[in-house]
T-cell receptor, first 114, second 115 residues
């Protein structure tokens, strides 16, 4: 069965420091992979997605993610975190028809300290 | 892009009652979905809303409890039936177009509290 694991429930990073959020997936075929962000009281916003091709994917707000098939991972990175990045981050794999039904990880809460 | 609105944005209901949540997209979309986000938890797919036919439910979700309609390409409803406190969650609608696999957009959610 498809699944997504985000090993870190909560991460605190100093403002200006680099960030890496981990995501591992289990999926039989070539996965469609996504990172979403949910700010308090806000809806979900897509940060980036991977379907095929270049394994390093650039997203919005300075985020990037690298697909590593050998490790079944799709980790999210940002070189310098801003206080406004504090939010809940969800990794998801697309299942079903054309990978449209999303299976989400449990999420990682990011706190940013000054 | 697509803008999705949901009504109501929140509600407090008594156990045993039912609530219908509406999802409206500002343009025609290929697929629409309903997700549940229980307190402090991740999102779980309830079902795919199919236009003009019965929804496709994920394991653990049944039509009697969560009837879904999708009469056209821009609108869907989810009903939470015979509610219990365990149904207290945020319910989110999402939509996407399959052409080139566009982004799956999410609505703002409906926060439901069942007393």
């Amino acid at each position: 069965a498809q699944s997504v694991t985000q090993p870190d429930i909560h991460i605190t990073v100093s403002e200006g420091a680099s960030l890496e959020l981990r995501c591992n997936y289990s999926y039989g075929a070539t996965p469609y992979l996504f990172w979403y962000v949910q700010s308090p009281g806000q809806g979900l916003q897509l940060l980036l997605k991977y379907f095929s091709g270049d394994t390093l994917v650039q997203g919005i707000k300075g985020f990037e993610a690298e697909f590593k098939r050998s490790q079944s991972s799709f980790n999210l990175r940002k070189p310098s975190v801003h206080w406004s990045d504090a939010a809940e981050y969800f990794c998801a794999v697309g299942a079903g028809q054309a990978g449209t039904a999303l299976i989400f990880g449990k999420g990682t809460t990011l706190s940013v300290s000054s | 892009s697509a803008v999705i609105s949901q009504k109501p944005s929140r509600d407090i209901c008594q156990r045993g009652t039912s609530l219908t949540i509406q999802c409206q997209v500002d343009s025609q979309v290929t697929m629409m979905f309903w997700y549940r986000q229980q307190p402090g938890q991740s999102l779980t797919l309830i079902a795919t809303a199919n236009q003009g036919s019965e929804a496709t439910y994920e394991s653990g979700f049944v039509i009697d409890k969560f009837p879904i309609s999708r009469p056209n390409l821009t609108f869907s409803t989810l009903t939470v039936s015979n509610m219990s406190p365990e149904d207290s969650s945020i319910y989110l609608c999402s939509a996407l177009r399959l052409a080139g696999y566009n982004e799956q957009f999410f609505g703002p959610g409906t926060r439901l509290t069942v007393l």
